[in-house]
């Protein structure tokens, strides 16, 4: 397993926003993590990502605690803002992550991506310029420039239109073709059903099911054909669970 969460909790104050949540990332998937508003999603991601302390439990990425700083250089993190600057180009943020991480020979990979991406004619075009889907995959185009091996997305959706919207999902099942493992917080289920392999629900805290979305339809009684949707508001709805 690239990833390994165990028994995980985050408390601010007295508020547990995620409480006791346990989960594998196997290498070359794409996993939904999914849930309403105030669920614990971000909490979850930042705690993964190690920008959170966890009160409890521990996470481990390629056998090796995200505590340990070295580790932090396995992964990405794509924040739900893009933390762009509107005064650099889309060149210069490549440039300034490159010194950040202190990476050698970046320029080849930073122009294949800007390929892969599309955004080759937007290059020396200043940031402030762009639209909201062009800066969101400059920001996610940074974040791959270092060659991460898990790819945390946090609601990477959100105020996109569709065109960006189907680009976004291509370049996340580019990345599982290359083997890398992406997570993916959304509460936008028809966009996890379509290139998930599999989800997690979170409610209040806690991670309620986990699994492939055929198996998640099949064991609450729904034909393939119904939409994870229904599925996930019997899920979310059940106070039970
Ligand atoms: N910095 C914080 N301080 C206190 N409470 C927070 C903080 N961040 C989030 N919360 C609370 O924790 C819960 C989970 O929030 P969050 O992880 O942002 O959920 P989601 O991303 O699923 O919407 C919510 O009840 C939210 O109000
Ligand atoms: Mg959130």
Request: some cysteine; charged content about 25%; hydrophobic content about 40%.
């Amino acid at each position: 397993m690239v990833l390994n969460v165990n028994q995980l909790t985050k408390k601010y104050g007295k508020h547990t926003a995620v409480d006791n949540i346990s989960f594998s990332l196997e290498k070359g998937t794409i996993t939904g993590l999914i849930g309403p508003n105030g669920a614990g999603k971000t909490t979850t991601i930042k705690c993964l990502t190690g920008l959170l302390r966890p009160t409890q439990g521990t996470v481990s990425i390629l056998g090796k605690e995200i505590s340990r700083i070295e580790t932090r250089t396995y992964i990405a993190y794509i924040p739900e803002m893009p933390d762009i600057y509107p005064m650099l180009t889309v060149w210069e943020h490549m440039q300034f992550i490159a010194y950040a991480f202190g990476l050698d020979n970046w320029k080849a990979k930073a122009e294949s991506l800007l390929v892969q991406f599309d955004l080759s004619e937007k290059r020396n075009e200043l940031c402030k310029n762009l639209s909201k889907g062009m800066t969101q995959k400059v920001s996610i185009l940074c974040g791959l420039l270092h060659n991460p091996q898990v790819i945390f997305v946090d609601e990477p959706m959100i105020g996109l239109d569709p065109k960006a919207i189907r680009e976004l999902k291509k370049i996340f099942c580019e990345l599982k073709e290359e083997g890398k493992t992406v997570l993916i917080s959304t509460h936008l289920l028809d966009n996890a059903e379509s290139f998930c392999d599999s989800v997690i629900i979170m409610k209040k805290g806690k991670a309620v099911w986990a699994g492939a979305v055929d198996k998640l339809k099949s064991e609450f009684g729904h034909t393939q054909q119904s939409s994870l949707e229904d599925v996930f508001l019997e899920v979310t709805d059940d106070d039970s669970v």
